[in-house]
């Protein structure tokens, strides 16, 4: 392979760095005024991939990350910065996003979560030992710990390493504030010895517990079931949850789109009149209407369905919508039947700067964007959450 020495002039998106020669290059883990040599491992007609084999020179923010799969990983993407600056690379990365796809300059200061054992989710492959995928492949890397994993995700993992893990070929661990799941697929394991998980689920089967876990934090309760989604950064999801309370006002009707287990909207229910909260995956809505039932909730409801289909179908009027789409942000049917609802507020939560601007592009025909302000919620990683708040022209 090719092998040569480059200045990183810039980090791209993904948290890459960028050296420029004939075209540009992007280059793992390699930071802003690094001098670096480097092998090429993908060459295409307009750009490079290119993987660092000696440091020339390294950057004063660079830090030495206490994990010792980084290099290998395909987790993270950040361990190399401190905190601080990757918080400064993800509130930077919105606004350039922001200004570039839809000319708006209205991004505040970021709000930032933890930088560790945040994770509360963990999906493992086995290979004797478990483990995650290595970059770009699927070969596994096998790990004792994760750094930012839940705390009692690393326990669990440590002790699934000291079993025979016979035929399982894949473990997912979801913890809540108090409990833990532990949903197994290709084999089984022997329950007696997990007396501290709450409940096990072997190829769809419930061995032990409820088959859901509960979140339970000031007086709310939140089902997390195997299937369903759920925020995996509990910090960096209630400052999410409160920036939407603080934008919604008191006594309206709210429409949750993309509700997912009605999360956002039980957490409204109490300011608001009445939520109705739409979400395409059964599991979720079957959690959601749990999750109005121990909450002892009777102003929300929902609708299980593709949002489109569903607001297409039905005259609902809302004084305010929040949405909170997956990372491809609102189709174009969401988008006229939102226009065509017409709230007097929208508060879009986004999992992806793009198709937020996109959509804002749209949306500000007749809205105004008055501020949008990112999340830290995927610490050491590139992603950044953003909630943006719209109010009628
Ligand atoms: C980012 S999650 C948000 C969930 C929820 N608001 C929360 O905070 O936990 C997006 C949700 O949208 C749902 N979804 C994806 N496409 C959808 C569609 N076309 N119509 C309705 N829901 C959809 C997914 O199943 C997922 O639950």
């Known amino acids: 392979m090719k092998k040569l020495e480059v200045e990183i002039i810039n980090l791209d998106h993904f948290g890459r760095g960028i050296a420029k020669k004939d075209k540009p290059i992007f280059i793992d883990n390699a930071l802003v005024g690094e001098v670096v040599e480097i092998e090429i491992t993908k060459d295409k007609k307009k750009y490079s991939e290119g993987k660092v084999i000696n440091y020339i020179k390294k950057s ?11 290099d290998k990983c395909g987790g993270c993407d950040l361990l190399h ?10 509130e930077n990365k ?31 492959h086995v290979n004797k030992k478990v483990g995650y995928y290595q970059k770009k492949s699927y070969d596994i890397i096998a790990i004792d710990n994760c750094l930012i994993a839940d705390n009692k995700i690393n326990k669990l993992i440590k002790k699934l390493n000291n079993i025979d893990l016979n035929t399982i070929n894949k473990i997912m661990i979801r913890t809540s504030n108090k409990e833990i799941m532990l949903v197994v697929e290709g084999g089984s ?21 409820k088959g859901y876990i509960i979140n339970d934090v000031n007086n709310l309760k939140f089902v997390i079931s195997p299937n369903s989604f759920f925020q995996v950064n509990q910090i960096g999801m209630f400052n999410i949850y409160n920036q939407v309370l603080k934008y919604v006002d008191e006594n309206t009707n709210v429409l949750d789109l993309y509700c997912g287990t009605g999360t956002i909207g039980i957490y409204l229910a109490n300011k608001v009149n009445k939520v109705l909260g739409v979400e395409i995956n059964s599991s979720a809505i079957n959690d959601a209407l749990l999750n109005k039932k121990i909450n002892n909730l009777t102003n929300i409801d929902f609708k299980l369905g593709d949002v489109g289909t569903i607001l297409n179908n039905n005259n609902f009027k809302a004084d305010c919508i929040v949405v909170d789409p997956p990372r491809a942000g609102l189709d174009n049917v969401a988008i006229k039947n939102i226009i065509k609802i017409n709230p007097q507020k929208l508060i879009y939560v986004s999992c992806d700067p ?14 105004n964007v008055l501020e949008i302000t990112p999340f830290d919620m995927f610490s050491n990683t590139y992603h950044v959450e953003c909630v943006a708040l719209l109010t009628k022209k």
């Open 189 to 209: 394991v022997n329950i007696a010895l997990f007396d501290e998980v709450d409940t096990i689920i072997v190829d769809n089967k419930v061995l032990k517990g």
């Open 81 to 90: 910065l401190s905190y601080e600056e990757q918080l400064k690379y993800k």
């Open 94 to 124: 919105v606004k350039e996003i922001i200004k570039k796809f839809s000319g708006l300059e209205c991004v505040n200061k970021i709000v930032p979560s933890v930088q560790y054992n945040y994770r509360n989710k963990v999906t493992l």
């Open 60 to 70: 004063p923010l660079r830090v030495e990350s206490d994990c010792p799969y980084y």
């Open 354 to 367: 793009v198709t937020l601007a996109r959509d804002l592009n749209i949306l500000s025909n007749d809205y």
